[in-house]
């Protein structure tokens, strides 16, 4: 079993910037992929980036530029710094791993707004 927490989510005024957190309760080093996926209200989930053990980084047309995914394996932690938000960026953001099946974290709601 892998646990994962997110956290960092929370309230941001357009343009604004927050960074989201996800804590995997083993070793990442040997997890080759891992991403961030979010879920607005009444839309399918979708891949919002991902990043491999081997430091190749791949990024949804819509955040590119904007977001930026970031692994420490030290800290069995991946990141998701997210800058220049806009409204259509609000959903809930889940951290996601695959190590023989798919673990999610129980995501962290960003709501982008004035």
């Known amino acids: 079993q892998v646990q994962l927490v997110e956290s960092g989510g929370g309230l941001v005024q357009p343009g604004g910037s927050l960074r989201l957190s996800c804590v995997v309760s083993?070793?990442?080093?040997?997890?080759?992929?891992m991403g961030w996926y979010r879920q607005a209200p009444g839309k399918q989930r979708e891949s919002v980036a991902t990043?491999?053990?081997?430091?190749?980084?791949n990024y949804a047309d819509s955040v590119k530029g904007r977001f930026t995914i970031s692994r420490d394996n030290a800290k069995n932690t991946v990141y998701l710094q997210m800058n220049s938000l806009k409204p259509e960026d609000t959903a809930v953001y889940y951290c996601?791993?695959?190590?023989?099946?798919?673990?999610w974290g129980q995501g962290t709601q960003v709501t982008v707004s004035s």
């Open positions: 996601h791993v695959y190590v023989a099946r798919n673990y």
């Open positions: 990043t491999t053990s081997g430091g190749s980084t």
């Open positions: 083993r070793d990442i080093f040997s997890i080759h992929t």
